[in-house]
């Protein structure tokens, strides 16, 4: 199993960043993926989710508005689109795939078997 993130950079306060992450050797029936994203000196915290399956979709409430998720099925990728970027939202973004995962759980880091390497966002001021 492979996640693959890309599409980090350094960007401005204001600018919008697209981010990608292509998933290989799943099964996608089940599958919910998610990114995530850690800050230094900072814990890893839910960013949003979907499920492959149906594509609801799941946000972290400070996310709303300005984040949106979603998933290509051809292409086995789930995307990343922020907009109105501020310096805060500069971290380490990481993609994950979790199977079977109810809807209490969606946000729950620990729920998540299969991690990508990550992509570094940096927000300048």
């Known amino acids: 199993v492979q996640l693959q993130a890309s599409g980090g950079g350094l960007v401005q306060a204001g600018d919008s960043l697209r981010l990608s992450c292509a998933a290989s050797?799943?099964?996608?029936?089940?599958?919910?993926m998610a990114w995530f994203r850690q800050a230094p000196g900072k814990e890893r915290d839910f960013v949003a989710g979907i499920r492959w399956s149906g594509g609801n979709t799941y946000y972290a409430d400070s996310m709303k508005g300005r984040f949106a998720i979603s998933r290509d099925i051809a292409k086995n990728t789930v995307y990343l689109q922020m907009s109105n970027q501020k310096p805060e939202d500069t971290a380490v973004y990481y993609c994950?795939?979790?199977?079977?995962?109810?809807?209490?759980?969606?946000?729950?880091?620990?729920?998540?078997?299969?991690w990508g390497p990550g992509t570094q966002v940096t927000v300048s001021s």
């Open positions: 050797g799943l099964t996608m029936r089940d599958v919910t």
């Open positions: 994950a795939a979790g199977f079977r995962l109810i809807a209490s759980t969606v946000r729950s880091r620990d729920r998540y078997i299969y």
